[in-house]
DNA sequence: TGATGCTTTACGGGAACCCGTAAAAATCAG
DNA sequence: CTGATTTTTACGGGTTCCCGTAAAGCATCA
């Protein structure tokens, strides 16, 4: 099994449990920190000092307070990471539930295991740091599952773009001229009266209100 | 200090952490759940064999799954648990941050403290265990001081109704009617309109759009 | 090339919404 | 009760939005 493993967690909770569950696993030598920033230097002295770590396991959302921060989040944090060390074995851990986001730690991020704070994620991060031990990665079934429930609507880029403007204020009049600008393509007044009328049909909505809501939620704008 | 405890929380790692908690206090008869009926039931068999609880550590949000329950969130419970046993002492651990859901919590449902599940909780949850046993409320500074940030508008009730109505589909010419069938005073299409531009004026958005969002995400609809 | 089907665009009438003004109603002080 | 102030309502013209229809663009295939 890992024998050093950095826990990046601003949750006091969260972090004395994962501890536990580490040691659990008899896992002797794990760092815990609150920051980000901290658990960048830890990482970078270890480096330096010939013994780095073999694992990071972090959370994706740090909240800020007095004390002010170069990196603020988790995703910021592996980016980070990825340049000084790319072999780091990297595990989220997070209550963060939206497929969308999970896929892009994969596919963008390239993390090996995500874990999602729920009913038995104790278990699921040994299952998970078992798993990345033997070169597994590690993505818990209910989240697949959420993309194919997720799949009630597509969304295109265009339709993404198109709710992104009219929550930042955008008249629908105005939009074409955004979407000319930004090269994406279907941009007449009708082409975005089509697609805002197909995406609130398909999600049983009626007006743009319910619409921008629904999309904020699931973290598409 | 007190004896005995129940825990209701749904996530194995904070129900973990709480317990840890419990253990620094030297309080050694704390049980633990992980569902609300679960919770309902061992409160009935402690009475029953008289020897009831003294704290109710409890979530808000618990997650569904395969299990059907009765009683499926935090407020439910302590609903039920007032009805069977008024002077059992209940903390609420939570992520929410909202001033609106904590306050109601107070005021609505008579809890004795509330901790926030965030960078230095298992500090706060001793503290407000210490401040609960000597007869004390315990509301973290944290949240108060976001009450008084969040005044920069102060939302009415017809504010609120108006937000809804518009987030559930209804036309803006047709919530004058709604709002009469509800006995809302200021209820003509003039004010309707003059009340959103004040609260997009003063919250510096121009579209009803960003005002859904805002409410939803703040909780108030 | 030209016929065919699909997507995108253009346009126009009507509904909903925005905004300013003025009347009506409610509130309040003297 | 009267007059002044504020709040609420009523109304109208201009803009934006909704929605249906028709034309234009574009790829496919005989």
Same mark, same amino acid.
């Given at each position: ?8 967690? +601003?949750? @006091? ?8 569950? #580490? &040691?659990?696993? !008899? $896992? ?12 960048? %230097? ?35 944090? $592996? ?13 989220? *851990? ?26 038995? +994620?104790? +278990? ?20 697949? @599952? %959420?993309?194919?429930? =997720?799949?009630?609507?597509? *969304?295109? !880029?265009?339709? $993404?773009? $198109? ?7 955008? #008249? @629908? ?13 279907? %941009? ?5 009266? =089509?697609?805002?009328? #197909? ?10 209100? &319910? ?6 939620? =699931?973290?598409?704008?």
């Amino acid at each position: 099994m890992f024998k050093k493993i950095l826990i990046a967690e +601003d949750h @006091q909770s969260s972090n004395i449990s994962v501890q536990k569950t #580490l &040691q659990d696993l !008899t $896992i002797d030598n794990a760092d815990y920190v609150y920051y980000c920033d901290h658990a960048f %230097s830890w990482l970078k002295n270890a480096i330096r000092d010939q013994d780095p770590y073999e694992v990071l396991i972090t959370d994706l959302s740090f909240e800020e307070d007095n004390t002010i921060q170069q990196i603020t989040n988790g995703i910021d944090l $592996i980016k980070a990471t990825r340049a000084i060390q790319p072999d780091l074995k990297v595990i989220v *851990f997070s209550v963060e539930s939206r497929p969308s986001i999970i896929d892009d730690l994969f596919k963008v991020h390239g993390i090996d295991g995500y874990v999602r704070k729920a009913r038995h +994620d104790a +278990d699921h991060l040994k299952e998970a740091l078992r798993a990345v031990y033997n070169h597994k990665s590690y993505q818990p079934s209910d989240v697949k @599952q %959420s993309i194919r429930d =997720k799949n009630s609507y597509e *969304f295109t !880029t265009v339709d $993404i773009a $198109i709710v992104s403007l009219l929550y930042q204020g955008e #008249l @629908q009049k105005n939009i074409p001229q955004c979407l000319k600008r930004r090269n994406i393509k279907p %941009s007449s007044l009708s082409s975005v009266e =089509k697609r805002l009328n #197909l995406m609130k049909e398909t999600l049983g909505f009626t007006k743009n209100e &319910q619409l921008a809501v629904y999309c904020k939620e =699931k973290g598409l704008i």
